[in-house]
């Protein structure tokens, strides 16, 4: 006849009447998650609220955010607010071309990423201190002539332009959407 198996042996430290619960009531409590109660929040403490929850030099996709609202609160922020709208543009040409008219730039300045980046830093840094920029670039285009590529360059000049602003601790704000 076999011996009976030993009992198992359970370590004290864990099993112990009350560790298990003295070593969970030493964890620090978690700070609570943001939760949608603190977005409407934001949300209705007007459109300043809004771009203030927003970092202050992104580029980002517009998302929750509406045209009128963005407009709006740069307006009460004092800062310029600039909208291309590129949903009727085919080529590299036609969107700058519909971010040059939002500036006001000369088409020399936004014929290629170059003079574009260059007139969205220094020329406009030249003209005197800035309070802030809210950029739309609504309705990107997704065509053989300006494809996924081409988007992506033409948003990296935008980068750079928030990178610059950055330095000089002025708030520059991007937002885009692409075409349907």
């Known amino acids: 006849m076999a011996s009976p198996s030993p009992a198992p042996v359970y370590r004290s430290t864990i099993y112990s009447p009350g560790n298990v619960l003295r070593d969970l009531s030493a964890i620090p409590p978690k ?17 300043a609220a809004m771009l203030r929850s ?21 307006s009460e922020l004092g800062q310029h607010f600039m909208y291309a709208n ?4 085919f080529t590299k040409s036609e969107v700058l071309d519909s971010i040059a008219k939002a500036y006001h730039f000369t088409r020399q300045q936004a014929k290629n990423y170059d003079p574009l980046l260059d007139a969205l830093t220094t020329l406009i840094d030249k003209s005197g201190p800035q309070p802030g920029f809210v950029v739309v670039l609504e309705g ?3 065509t053989l002539k ?15 332009a928030v990178e610059y602003w950055a330095e000089r601790r002025v708030p520059y704000r991007v937002f885009y959407s692409f075409a349907n």
């Open 54 to 74: 927003v970092r202050t030099n992104i580029v980002q996709s517009i998302r929750a955010f509406r045209t009128d609202e963005l407009m709006e609160a740069a």
């Open 31 to 47: 700070k609570p998650a943001p939760s949608w109660r603190a977005a409407l929040a934001v949300r209705d403490g007007g459109p």
């Open 146 to 160: 300006f494809d996924k590529d081409a988007r992506e360059t033409l948003l990296d000049v935008f980068r750079d």
């Open 140 to 142: 990107l285009p997704c």
């Open 86 to 89: 590129a949903a009727h543009a």
